[in-house]
């Protein structure tokens, strides 16, 4: 049986976006009703947003929403009085640029290097990354101009984020030109904001998650309380700094992250193939599951019953992923592992870093309060192979830890 992981969202990372400078640009399509939650949720994760609108698009929300929504101004008139040079100020202040929703007409003024509009004008004079988030009726969508237009945008070196299918504004039924969701955009937002100049931009990073589960019977399995959080967190964080990234995972508690590849699996086995298969393309490995160690020696066919005596369950014990998979690693790989130990919690993290051939070792502390599993934050301390001292983190996030972790591949990536 396969799981789909549940839909809950967890609060977006802070570093893409505190103390940046987004401009939010607004064009007159029906999903601008949805670009206010967008406002919000950049406004929320840290950044200083900017909204400029075009005239068409104060037809469909109020510039007093955004205002509200983020605590500045909101521009829309190139000719408007005192404000002559806006412009080149919010074009040269912006870290990065996104205009959802892009219709129709606004990608063909786009591509024609129009700037007869503040947005457009902000576009020619801007050198900050920029995302289009086109949104229309599917046949304006399938237009052969609006997808010539397309092409050329992206040949220009601007990011279009491709439509969704689905319910598409009322009476006109469904198909491709849905805007996509405001959590999705906010994710793209910190990829545009992350990924130039990272080292592990373009490269191939596998990620473990969560729990494994072994079958006991049809209805019963043996699992722990891995919930996938530390995982998705470095999938997330991995992706945001342009990486391709593989998240094999267990049954989880928290959702897929945005433009990950997701192989769900079940059993400690099945991870170990799914490994086994993407190590070779990977150039790096975190293994961040909670992956059982045991397994039932024998599957029940039948639910077992109650017999009204004690009984127990013969277990076998599961093979090492670190250690059966290193043979398939590709030359030069960084292999991350994490270990949760109880005692002796400094030299069994020394020992493992050298018989599993690690780079880095993640060391939770189980002791220790707000860290492991199914919280929000952990408290890690990190070993690099080559170096005398662990570095012990503060009590972090887990998407701080998540960053501190890439951190460090990134570095080693860098020395190879
Ligand atoms: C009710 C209504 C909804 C519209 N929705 C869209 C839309 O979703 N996408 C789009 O490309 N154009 C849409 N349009 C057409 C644009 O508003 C029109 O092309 C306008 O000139 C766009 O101006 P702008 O690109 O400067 O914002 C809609 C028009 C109306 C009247």
């Not at 504004?169 to 793209?188: D, K, Q, V």
């Not at 369950?313 to 250690?323: C, G, Q, R, S, V």
């Not at 192979?385 to 460090?408: C, S």
Request: charged share 20%; hydrophobic share 45%.
């Amino acid at each position: 049986m396969r799981l789909v992981a549940s839909t809950r969202v967890t609060e977006p990372p802070l570093r893409p976006f505190a103390t940046r400078r987004v401009l939010l640009g607004v064009a007159g399509g029906i999903a601008s009703y949805k670009t206010a939650w967008l406002a919000r949720l950049l406004s929320k994760a840290g950044a200083e947003v900017d909204v400029v609108m075009t005239r068409a698009a104060t037809e469909f929300v109020g510039a007093v929403t955004f205002e509200a929504l983020t605590g500045r101004p909101v521009h829309t008139g190139l000719f408007d009085p005192g404000r002559a040079l806006d412009h080149i100020q919010l074009a040269r202040a912006a870290h990065a640029v996104v205009v959802a929703p892009a219709t129709a007409d606004f990608m063909a003024r786009a591509a024609a290097g129009q700037a007869d509009d503040l947005l457009t004008a902000c576009l020619l004079a801007t050198q900050a990354p920029v995302l289009l988030v086109p949104a229309m009726n599917d046949r304006m969508w399938a237009h052969k101009q609006t997808q010539a237009n397309a092409v050329h945008l992206r040949q220009l070196g601007y990011r279009l984020l491709d439509p969704d299918e689905g319910m598409l504004a009322a009476g006109e039924g469904s198909g491709p030109g849905r805007m996509p969701e405001p959590e999705t955009i906010l994710a793209h937002v910190g990829r545009l904001l992350e990924d130039r100049g990272s080292a592990l931009a373009g490269r191939h990073v596998l990620v473990t998650a969560g729990p494994t589960r072994e079958a006991i019977d049809p209805v019963r399995f043996l699992s722990n309380h891995s919930s996938g959080r530390m995982g998705t967190a470095i999938a997330a964080a991995a992706w945001r700094r342009g990486a391709e990234v593989t998240l094999v995972a267990g049954p989880l508690a928290v959702a897929i992250p945005v433009g990950v590849r997701h192989l769900p699996v079940e059993s400690t086995s099945e991870m170990q193939a799914a490994i086994e298969r993407e190590l070779p393309a990977s150039d790096a490995l975190v293994m961040a599951a909670a992956p059982a160690d045991y397994r039932p020696a024998d599957v029940s066919a039948s639910k077992l019953k109650k017999t009204g005596a004690a009984r127990s369950i013969a277990l076998t014990e599961n093979p090492d992923i670190l250690a059966s998979t290193r043979s398939a690693r590709r030359n030069g790989a960084v292999v991350v592992g994490f270990a949760l130990e109880t005692d002796d919690v400094v030299a069994n993290a020394r020992r493992k870093l050298d018989a599993k051939a690690l780079d880095l070792i993640v060391l939770n502390d189980a002791n220790e309060a707000g860290a492991g599993f199914a919280v929000d934050t952990n408290r890690v301390t990190i070993f690099t192979r080559g170096t005398d001292e662990p570095e012990r983190l503060p009590l972090l996030t887990k998407h701080e830890v998540a960053d501190a972790i890439l951190d460090r591949v990134e570095a080693v990536l860098r020395g190879r």
